[in-house]
């Protein structure tokens, strides 16, 4: 589904079809994240004044460029992973084997499709840490892109936890479901006091330089 041009898959996430929904609008987020991160690091690698860090910062833009592919790839697999909750919801109900079976499919299917935006928040959190070392030793010119990599990642965590919740919600499996919840919490938290401490930095560094040239 990635490989459709900006134009087409937006058509697709706005037109009725459930799929690609807010995880793969999550993942985009995640992968645009991941992509501005790189530009920082191949703005940084070669220039003299960021010699010292050179080998940290080109480290940086092979796991950025890494995590890139990776988000882009959550949004297939987050389609396919919302397939067999789509078909659980036309499965047959009418007898009680056919109701038994029904809930059988359908709480595999919430399980796998809580997975994947748990994978996604994962990702992120990663992310995040390395656009935290962006931030520190990338070239300042670029020092707003990082702002605004965090915020997409922000997002995409946020956006991701929304797609746990609204799937453990409806699972019958409340000690499972309690656990991923709690899983998501502690990766929200985590995550949202990274993000803004990072941007709140950069905000910091911005109105710095502006001071120095005035």
Known sequence: ????SVDQFMEALASKSSVPGGGGAAALGGSMAAALGSMVANLTIGKKAYAQVESQAAEMEKRLSALRL???DLINRDASA???VSRAYRLPKETQEERRHRREVMEAGLYEASIVPMEMMEKT???LHLLEVMEKIGSRLAISDIGVAVQYARSTLLSA?????INTNMMEDRETAKR???QAEGMLEEGTEKADRIYA???KTIRRDQKVRK
Do not use: A, I
């Open 70 to 72: 990776e988000f882009l």
């Open 161 to 165: 936890s929304m797609n746990v919740f």
């Open 82 to 84: 919302f397939e067999p």
């Open 125 to 127: 959190l990663e992310l």
């Open 180 to 182: 991923l919840e709690d």
């Open 201 to 203: 930095s950069v905000r």
């Open 1 to 4: 589904m990635y490989h459709k």
